[in-house]
């Protein structure tokens, strides 16, 4: 069942008591919240996602919930229960839903060490995916929404999950986190597209997170092969250029955004070797969105005739 099946009341009912188990392959969490702002940022930003069996086993369980006592009154805070443990500091009650996404991300870089996992994000032309991972503030999120607008699948806004043994990239597909002046211009370039509300005055700034496409969720168990590893960076009033990489600066930047390269030691290293041996290394520097989006056909054209 979709979470857009449940509807408001049994939705509420839901994560007020035995918890939304919800379906993000390769993982499940369990839910649990009374807050009614949580309630609609979740059913609008995973409103395509598999609701699980309520008994069904879950990989995390979380709890977003206000901070009790005299503050609770005076400056409302919510904090983010992590199987009983909090190891966050609490937030402003506003802030709630960005806390459950940041919250959802590190449950993942803290314990999935079976996979190779990079702070990128990741789309896929024809199961032929693009790695673009880049800092804050370089137009990776802008990109990756307006890609997976646009014809791309989206496997990932935040990371890439790569299988050792494979080397293939696995879909961890969820809204797509916009900051700042970001949220606006997809708003205006895709009007269809769906966000949840604002939120201001976060560590980012404003944030809304953008409801994947349906097709990307649908497609949320198939994998894609690396095929282009880009490392994109908005500048104004620039010229778009594609730059080709030498491999050894690209592998180095890579394992620079990898969560648990160290942790793995030589199998960390030796995926992203075999991965960036595989695939074209670029940088992408960019201050028009429709150039960086022509750029992107181009190259998903190319790999078209390559294998015809």
Request: glycine letters at 4%; proline letters at 8%.
């Amino acid at each position: 069942m979709r979470l857009a099946e449940l509807d408001e009341s049994s939705l509420r009912q839901t994560l007020l008591v035995s918890g939304l188990s919800l379906c993000a392959p390769p993982f499940v969490f369990r839910l649990n919240s009374p807050l009614p702002s949580l309630w609609e940022s979740i059913a609008l930003a995973y409103a395509d996602f598999e609701v699980a069996d309520p008994h069904a086993l879950v990989d995390f369980d979380r709890t977003l919930a206000p901070v009790s006592g005299v503050r609770r009154w005076l400056n409302p805070l919510v904090e983010l229960g992590i199987d009983g443990s909090h190891p966050f500091d609490a937030l402003p009650a506003a802030q709630a839903y960005p806390l459950l996404e940041w919250g959802m991300n590190w449950s993942v870089t803290s314990t999935a060490h079976h996979l190779v996992m990079c702070h990128s994000a990741v789309l896929a032309w024809n199961d032929l995916a693009v790695m673009l991972p880049a800092p804050p503030g370089s137009g990776k999120s802008t990109l990756c929404a307006a890609l997976a607008l646009s014809g791309w699948r989206l496997l990932s806004d935040e990371l890439a999950l790569i299988e050792p043994g494979s080397s293939m990239l696995q879909p961890f597909v969820r809204p797509v986190s916009l900051k700042n002046a970001s949220i606006e211009l997809i708003a205006r370039r895709f009007p269809l597209a769906v966000f949840t509300p604002g939120v201001a005055d976060t560590i980012k700034g404003t944030v809304a997170h953008m409801r994947p496409p349906s097709e990307s969720v649908i497609h949320a168990d198939r994998p894609a092969r690396p095929r282009w590893l880009i490392f994109p960076r908005y500048e104004s009033a620039v010229e778009l250029r594609l730059t080709p990489m030498p491999k050894a600066e690209a592998l180095a930047e890579l394992a620079g955004n990898a969560f648990n390269f160290s942790a793995l030691g030589i199998k960390g290293f030796s995926t992203l070797a075999r991965v960036v041996d595989s695939i074209d290394c670029y940088r992408l520097h960019y201050s028009s969105l429709d150039q960086a989006l022509a750029q992107f056909s181009r190259l998903a054209e190319m790999a078209e005739g390559d294998r015809a």
